[in-house]
């Protein structure tokens, strides 16, 4: 909510939020929490797992999980793409495109996933691979087809620009109705076979993210609409956020410092976050709500809060990630701003994509601001979480933006 103001005082200190693929960052976004990153999982639990790397059930996608690149060891998992399967007349392209959204990472390698319901291909008989001592079959003429995996040459055109880059394909899994194949293994002249059952009871990845408390949502569309409030702001609140919005003013009008007002606000902000912390189940009231949502319309409590967010402290970021998700679905749209921008960069460091790109487009629709639009072109470019910490503990870089 910006107002219009001459510089160098505490008004114009006052501003908005700011100023396809959908990626993943790894789970804990790259700091002390991502420790584990997918070290030593095999393709077997990874699989069992695409629901929490993701943030809910896949379906009928391509997803690609890439190892190692920049500064993480080659077997640390980096990066999560997924997008919807397309018909097969677009496999080269989808394959390029999805392989280049990795290209400035560099990776090692990656796991090829394709999560479908489809039924085995028929395909004509091909010579068995003499390298695998497969022995030919004995009724091509009676059945000149035989069943593969389903999307065979999506998941080659996939290798293939994976060889380009430089990546190993550590294997490439079909999973479909609770069991998965390794495309590798799956001979067209033997058949598919029944394949083997997923066991996330026994994914050391599922295991993880349920220590974490991390929310897989029944579908995409469910994780999109925690960024997308339903209920209208209730009268009271909005009366209240009024209240508090033109008391911000009168004391600005007087003469107000902006130290003071942004040590205030800030202070505000900070209450809130604390009664957030993991474990609380008390609901903020309407003043607390509204102050720290009034506080965050000033330029320097949002760079602060911006700041916060991009640390490191576990505890901390679960309060403050809570906080901002409860003013952006409480706060009336021209306060909701900055707390949808902090919920979309939040997401996005702790590795959801999917809600950082929804939290950070509803920021831009309840106030366009540079800062916003800036984070959430980082976001879809895949920038590394470090990257945008960096940036954003960076107060000279805060205040150019």
């Given at each position: 909510m910006q107002r219009p103001a001459p510089p160098h005082t505490?008004?114009?200190?006052?501003?908005?939020?700011?100023?396809?693929?959908?990626?993943?960052?790894?789970?804990?976004?790259?700091?002390?929490?991502?420790?584990?990153?997918?070290a030593g999982a095999g393709p077997a639990e990874f699989a069992a797992a695409l629901p929490e790397l993701l943030g809910f059930p896949p379906v009928e996608s391509l997803v690609l999980l890439f190892l190692g690149g920049g500064d993480r060891p080659d077997r640390r998992m980096s990066l999560t793409l997924r997008l919807d399967l397309l018909p097969a007349e677009h496999d080269a392209e989808v394959a390029r495109q999805v392989v280049a959204r990795a290209e400035a990472l560099r990776p090692w390698g990656a796991l090829v996933f394709v999560v479908s319901e489809d039924p085995d291909d028929q395909v004509v008989l091909v010579r068995p691979d003499p390298r695998r001592g497969t022995p030919p079959r004995t009724d091509v003429l009676d059945r000149p087809t035989v069943p593969d995996l389903p999307r065979r040459s999506l998941v080659h055109a996939v290798i293939e620009e994976l060889s380009a880059l430089g990546a190993q394909t550590v294997d490439a899994v079909l999973v479909r109705n609770g069991r998965w194949w390794?495309?590798?293994?799956v001979v067209p002249a033997t058949g598919a076979g029944p394949g083997t059952p997923l066991d996330p009871d026994t994914s050391r990845l599922t295991g993880i993210a349920a220590l974490r408390g991390e929310v897989v949502d029944p579908d995409r569309d469910a994780v999109v609409a925690r960024a997308w409030p339903t209920r209208p702001?209730?009268?009271?609140?909005?009366?209240?956020?009024?209240r508090a919005d033109a008391a911000l003013d009168v004391r600005i009008a007087r003469g107000a410092s902006l130290e003071e007002l942004v040590d205030e606000g800030w202070a505000a902000v900070r209450r809130a976050v604390a009664a957030c912390a993991p474990g609380s189940r008390t609901q903020l009231g309407d003043d607390a709500l509204a102050?720290?949502?009034?506080?965050?319309?000033?330029?320097?409590?949002?760079?602060?809060?911006?700041?916060?967010?991009a640390g490191d402290d576990d505890d901390l970021l679960a309060a403050a990630e809570a906080l901002w998700a409860d003013l952006n679905a409480r706060l009336p749209d021209e306060l909701a701003a900055v707390p949808a921008l902090l919920l979309g960069l939040s997401a996005w460091l702790r590795g959801a994509g999917v809600l950082a790109v929804a939290a950070l487009e509803r920021s831009l629709v309840c106030e366009p601001t540079s800062m916003a639009e800036l984070v959430l072109q980082a976001v879809v470019a895949n920038t590394e979480p470090q990257v945008l910490r960096a940036v954003l503990t960076d107060p000279e870089d805060l205040r150019a933006a």
């Open positions: 505490a008004r114009g200190a006052r501003g908005g939020a700011g100023g396809c693929v959908e990626g993943r960052a790894p789970p804990g976004g790259g700091h002390r929490r991502g420790g584990e990153g997918g390794s495309y590798p293994d702001t209730s009268a009271e609140l909005a009366h209240v956020c009024r102050r720290a949502g009034v506080a965050l319309t000033l330029v320097p409590v949002r760079d602060r809060a911006l700041a916060l967010t």
